[in-house]
């Protein structure tokens, strides 16, 4: 316990799966969190669910430059800087054909995936740079290593974030802030509940086809991708940047 005493943090997708398991073991691990998200409702819920003064809620829409600067002044303002970054949020777009993708909602994937996650790097790199260094974390996906069929858009952001990862660890090594991105195969959460949905009714039945894609043959939890994330979020990851974290059962092996 204790990896994080008095580091400061904010997690973006705060009201999501993966967010909420974030910020509970953040918490847990002795952080302070800002915890991000578009929707209030779901913050107050897991703010109210970690029933604790170390995690607080900011309504933010990461594809606002404002608002990003407005989630790490928040930090800042309420606990003192920033050490730890985790642009986590994300959408999975629609489940089509290529051919078939309607461009709006290819440019909306993009704008929350890929420009959400710059615009958060621009701000938040600035403040940490001010502590002496800290971590960013971006979560990625194995649709980021790999083409996934169906989801061209969400495979395409997930690539992209890599390369952001990549140029942002060589940029920030000299002031010391470690830049890595965690890459989760299906995990347990309600944005896999409707990509399975977007590919059939049968949702059970494809719930089961990708599971035995997976040598471990089950979905992760969010807490299992969670545990990485606090990893490189840790000082016991000080000498990895540049990284991308397989977090996937082997499914990408």
């Not at 209030?40 to 600067?69: H, K, P, Y």
């Not at 010391?176 to 959460?189: F, G, L």
């Not at 990485?228 to 996937?248: H, I, P, Q, R």
Request: charged share 20%.
């Amino acid at each position: 316990m204790d990896r994080l005493n008095g580091k400061v943090a904010v997690i973006t997708g705060g009201g999501g799966g993966i967010g909420r398991a974030a910020a509970a073991l953040f918490v847990a691990e002795g952080a302070n969190v800002v915890l991000v998200d578009i929707d209030e409702r779901a913050l107050a819920e897991v703010v109210s669910e970690i029933g604790s003064n170390q995690v607080s809620a900011f309504v933010a829409d990461v594809t606002s430059a404002a608002d990003n600067a407005a989630m790490v002044a928040c930090a800042e303002e309420r606990y003192g800087g920033l050490d730890i970054f985790l642009a986590n949020a994300g959408i999975e777009g629609d489940v089509a054909p290529l051919i078939d993708y309607d461009e709006a909602r290819f440019d909306q994937v993009m704008n929350v995936n890929v420009k959400g996650v710059f615009l958060g790097l621009q701000s938040a790199i600035p403040a940490l740079h001010k502590r002496g260094g800290g971590s960013i974390v971006i979560t990625s996906s194995i649709a980021g290593v790999r083409g996934a069929p169906g989801i061209a858009a969400y495979a395409t952001s997930k690539h992209a974030v890599i390369g952001l990862m990549r140029s942002a660890a060589k940029e920030c090594a000299a002031m010391n802030i470690r830049v890595n991105t965690v890459n989760p195969s299906p995990v347990e959460t309600p944005m896999m509940r409707r990509i399975e949905q977007g590919i059939s009714e049968d949702v059970e039945q494809v719930k089961l086809n990708v599971a035995q894609d997976i040598p471990m043959n089950r979905y992760a939890e969010p807490e299992d991708i969670a545990r990485v994330m606090l990893f490189l979020a840790s000082d016991e990851s000080s000498w990895v940047t540049g990284s991308v974290n397989m977090a996937d059962g082997g499914q990408t092996a």
